[in-house]
């Protein structure tokens, strides 16, 4: 059989599935629908660049200077009223007791608490620390980690800033001096490209990805199946026409849908989610359509082995959740511990998701990202050389 | 026509297909001449659609193979393919395409010049009466239309042979008869080999040419509907229809106890029996007064398909289906009304 034979039959193919899907209203919708929810979602429930706000803190003053609360104590007091003013981070409240403070916690009904400890005010007048405790709930990690970080902040430049009042008035320096004096060292961040990048600028390119790659991988096996279940699929076998144009037609309608769906990820990110694409646009296309070629023999295989729809969706899942998480695309990979990174790294998403980030986030050329497209195409071509002869047997069962 | 000499069109060799240990076809070798409607006949899971699947290479046969139009089935898959048609009991249309759609895709999968397609599809259309709906999605139509459609899907290609899985499954009563004189059309007027399966008899009878009664995965026998009859006949076999008044529940049973009786099923007061000597009647009627049955009437019938089954393989066709649907005038179910059990 000729190429263009072969050609034309995909594309025959191609279309038939097209022409069915654009018929389909639900799916239609769906195609929408689904990357806005996701965005929306993952947007929303993972921690984002921004902090969380108003966090309900109880404020414990256990100082005692001669029967009373002392004025170190209430000025600390003042001082952190002061900040959260500005800042809004956290909505304080006074509490008795310790334990008082402990229950509150327990209750959920505080996020954390600061304690001024006894003695605050006479500590730091004859030389000493004033001591603070944070209790902070351990039942939710993130949040607590960011409010111990804040106070912890706050606090500290709460110091830093009576420390310079301090050596402003023993040495008589002017500010700026004593300000040296006190912090010698200053730190300045900066990213290598101009504006600073939000969760979605780190999630969407990951997240283009994924949508596109399991779109196809998910596609692919059902849009089979599903024809084998409703007996077309006979119709098609028994015509005079390769089985390579049946993957290749089928592949390229799926492609089609997920490039769509891609680029509705990618308009939602720019337009509602101010995300910014600092490399080539025809890189990006062009790394999606790698990132299906290194996933479709999976497709494949898993059209293969599975005998019905439904099948074929539990094999998909079962795949598809540890990619889901582990591939970097909601959270660094780094971030996790070595040997689950080993097990990132055997995802073809991993790469994907790296090469488009550095694209889109750090407007990466084709160059920059040499490793990941080579990772890639070995991907691809591995997984067609062991699907294509399962397909071809499982065919004629 | 078949033509007596006619080219061998299809010819199966020891063709088996094994699924986990089970046998479903069993070396069958069956020929069917060019320009034959060649009826396959047999229960539910006799091995009919895994025949029929096996010539349409979807799927490989465990041992044996077949030549259809001389074309190897395992080493010229692509030519049979090209040679053959094919009707599964499973429609094959795409709900969400126009009958025209559907006809196109398989024309360019079938490699029809640009040229011929458009004409094909319309006379086609024409002949089915289908044309107004061309361009209507396949999924608004009744499932007569639907069948309509899907037989003449078949014959886009121009085969030389189509294979039709149970073609008026589930049809009404006027599709059927649509369809069967489809059938006939396209064997007389183009001389179109057809292999058809079916488990209606009386479908058998009038279609086919030939018919290779099928059970358990083999060929019990084969022949034109009227040779078969004749050889039930040859051998000796009466088959006496008795109308009985007040039948008790088990009349067939006290039949079948006499002496030379092969078998005997009753019909609310029908019962229908065939035994095994030429001079039986007499017995028969006898037997029946022995037994306390008050006939109305009683006659010698001539053999049925369903007789001549299950004289070559000792079971009823119906016996699956009897407790399903109640079948009237001895397992000759009104066409179009047959039915069977989902799940082989």
Redesign the interface.
């Known amino acids: ?1 000729g190429a263009k ?1 072969l050609i ?2 995909s594309l ?2 191609a279309h ?1 599935d097209l ?2 899907f654009s ?2 209203r639900v799916m239609l919708g769906m195609l929408f629908v689904f990357p806005l929810f996701m965005m929306l979602m993952t947007g929303y429930i993972f921690p984002s660049g921004n902090t969380i706000r108003d966090m309900p803190v109880a404020v414990v003053n256990l100082d005692d200077f001669n029967g009373t609360q002392g004025p170190e104590s209430l000025g600390f007091y003042a001082g952190l009223e002061a900040v959260n003013h500005r800042t809004g981070y956290f909505v304080l409240s006074n509490s008795s007791t310790e334990s008082a403070a402990r229950e509150q916690i327990t209750r959920g009904e505080r996020t954390g608490a600061v304690v001024i400890l006894a003695n605050f005010t006479s500590n730091l007048r004859t030389g000493g620390q004033g001591y603070v405790t944070v209790l902070y709930d351990q039942s939710k990690p993130q949040i607590s980690l960011q409010l111990t970080s804040i106070l912890n902040a706050v606090i500290s430049q709460m110091g830093t800033q009576r420390a310079v009042s301090t050596v402003n008035r023993t040495t008589g320096e002017d500010n700026n001096t004593s300000m040296a004096i006190v912090i010698p060292y200053k730190v300045q961040n900066k990213g290598t490209v101009p504006g600073n990048p939000n969760y979605f600028e780190f999630m969407a390119p990951g997240m283009m990805m994924m949508v596109v790659m399991f779109s196809v991988m998910t596609g692919l096996p059902r849009a089979i199946s599903h024809e084998k279940e ?3 699929f ?8 390769s089985r390579f144009s049946i993957i290749l037609g089928k592949t390229i309608a799926q492609s089609v849908r997920g490039m769509i769906q891609g680029a509705v990820v990618l308009l939602l990110a720019l337009t509602l989610f101010g995300v910014t694409v600092n490399g080539s646009v025809l890189l990006v296309v062009f790394l999606l359509l790698l990132g299906i070629f290194s996933f479709i023999g999976l497709g494949i295989a898993i059209t293969s082995a599975a005998r019905d729809e439904e099948t074929a969706s539990t094999f998909m899942m079962v795949l598809q959740f540890p990619m889901l998480f582990l591939s970097g695309v909601f959270f660094p990979i780094e971030q996790m511990p070595v040997y689950m990174q080993y097990v990132a790294k055997a995802m073809p998403l991993t790469y994907a998701t790296s090469a488009m980030r550095k694209v889109v986030v750090l407007g990466a050329g084709l160059g920059d990202i040499l490793t990941e497209v080579a990772v890639l195409l070995v991907f691809g071509v591995v997984l067609l050389l062991v699907a294509i002869p399962l397909f071809k047997k499982a065919m ?2 | 026509m078949a033509d007596a000499g006619a080219r061998k069109m299809i010819e199966t060799l020891g063709l088996t297909k094994r699924f986990n240990g089970f046998t479903a076809v069993d070396r069958v070798s069956l020929t069917v001449n060019e320009g034959e409607v060649y009826g396959l006949l047999g229960p539910n899971g006799a091995g009919k659609s895994t025949l029929i ?1 096996m010539l ?5 046969p465990s041992e044996g193979t077949a030549r259809i139009s001389g074309y190897d089935l395992l080493k010229d898959a ?1 030519k049979v ?2 040679t ?1 048609g ?1 009707v ?7 709900d ?2 126009t009958a025209y ?1 559907n006809l196109r ?2 024309a ?4 029809v010049p640009r040229r011929e397609m458009d004409a094909r599809i319309e006379e086609l259309l024409k002949i089915v009466n289908m044309t107004k709906w061309a361009d209507e ?1 396949i999924g608004k139509f009744s499932t007569g239309m639907k069948q309509r459609i899907n037989v003449i ?1 078949a014959l886009v ?1 121009m085969p030389r042979v189509v294979f039709m899985d149970e073609p008026t499954l589930g049809l009404d009563p006027q599709s059927t008869a649509d369809i069967r004189d489809f059938i006939k059309r396209l064997n007389e007027r183009d001389g179109l080999t057809i292999v058809l399966t079916t488990h209606i008899m009386n479908e058998a009878d009038v279609l086919c040419d030939r018919i290779g009664l099928i059970d358990k995965g083999r060929i019990a026998a084969e022949g034109s509907p009227a040779e078969l009859k004749a050889r039930i006949a040859d051998r000796g076999s009466t088959v006496v229809e008795l109308d009985i008044i007040d039948p008790p529940p088990d009349a067939a049973e006290r039949l079948r106890a006499v002496e030379g009786v092969r078998s005997a099923s009753q019909k609310e007061n029908c019962v229908h029996v065939i035994a095994s000597r030429e001079d039986a009647f007499q017995d028969i009627v006898n037997a029946s007064a022995r037994a306390g049955l008050r006939l109305r009437n009683a006659s010698v019938s001539q053999p049925s398909l369903e007789d001549v089954f299950l004289h070559f393989t000792g079971r009823a066709m119906v016996e699956e289906v009897k407790d399903k649907v109640p079948m009237r005038g001895g397992g000759h179910g009104p066409p179009g009304m047959g039915f069977r059990p989902r799940g082989r």
């Open positions: 059989m034979t034309s039959h025959w193919i038939k022409l069915e018929r389909n409703a007996g077309t006979d119709g098609v076998l028994a015509a005079p026409t004629t069962r | 699947r349409t290479t979807l799927s490989n692509e393919r090209e053959v094919i599964s009991e499973k429609m094959i249309m795409y969400r395409l759609e895709l398989f360019k999968l079938y490699n999605q899907r290609s």
